[in-house]
């Protein structure tokens, strides 16, 4: 079975850092991946995505991450945070042929913007 | 607008009592789903439907129901077998069981006391 880890349950940068949200999955096949934003009582938005072909993905609100294969890894960063960045981030993935549609998410990351 | 509707937005019942969270969708999906989400611990599948008059369950089915009579619609039934059904629920949708892409609604968050 598929599984996500999210390295750090909460993040905190300063406005106009390095946003770096990790993220690690295992899976027996080549998975599909996501990104998927959250903010307070609301739903999730999606971000981005990985299913095939470039492994750096663009996404939006100037977020980009990297399928990375030999590290089993998905990392979400974004150059210059801004406040409104301020948020729950979730990494998902499907590993599409045992579990059909289905995601698994991580726990998530609580990422805070400073002043 | 194409979307996902959850409602209410804020539930409150007392406990023994089922309540019924209501989830429709626009967007013509096939596979809808039902997560339950807790502080800390992320999104957890309770069920799912993947076409009309179908549905599987999920990791943490025990104490919910669902139906799936039209396309559009896949309600949750909470019942008084949960042992702790106090959370945020969330509905999702995907184009179809090999589009991986969920869109969520709103949300809906149950408070049972």
């Known amino acids: 079975a598929q599984s996500v880890t999210q390295l750090g349950s909460h993040v905190s940068v300063s406005e106009g850092a390095l946003v770096l949200l990790r993220c690690n999955y295992s899976s027996s096949v080549p998975p599909y991946l996501f990104w998927y934003v959250q903010y307070p009582n609301q739903g999730l938005q999606l971000l981005l995505k990985y299913t095939t072909g470039a492994t750096l993905v663009k996404g939006i609100n100037g977020f980009e991450a990297e399928f990375k294969k030999s590290e089993t890894s998905f990392h979400l960063t974004k150059p210059s945070a801004h406040m409104s960045d301020a948020a729950e981030y979730f990494c998902?993935?499907?590993?599409?042929?045992?579990?059909?549609?289905?995601?698994?998410f991580g726990e998530g990351t609580q990422l805070t913007v400073n002043p | 607008d194409g979307g996902i509707t959850q409602s209410p937005k804020y539930l409150f019942r007392k406990e023994g009592q089922n309540v019924t969270l209501s989830c429709e969708q626009n967007?013509?999906?096939?596979?809808m789903y039902w997560y339950r989400q807790d502080p800390g611990q992320g999104l957890r599948l309770i069920y799912y439907?993947?076409?009309?008059?179908?549905?599987q369950k999920g990791d943490i089915a025990e104490g919910y129901s669902v139906s799936r009579e039209k396309k559009e619609s896949f309600p949750l039934t909470v019942t008084s077998a949960q042992k702790n059904p106090t959370a945020f629920y969330l509905c999702?949708?995907?184009?179809?069981?090999?589009?991986?892409?969920?869109?969520f609604g709103p949300g809906t968050r149950l408070t049972v006391t």
């Open positions: 439907s993947q076409i009309v008059n179908d549905f």
């Open positions: 998902a993935v499907s590993d599409r042929e045992t579990s059909g549609s289905r995601l698994t």
């Open positions: 999702a949708s995907s184009l179809s069981t090999v589009t991986y892409e969920q869109y």
């Open positions: 967007l013509n999906h096939d596979a």
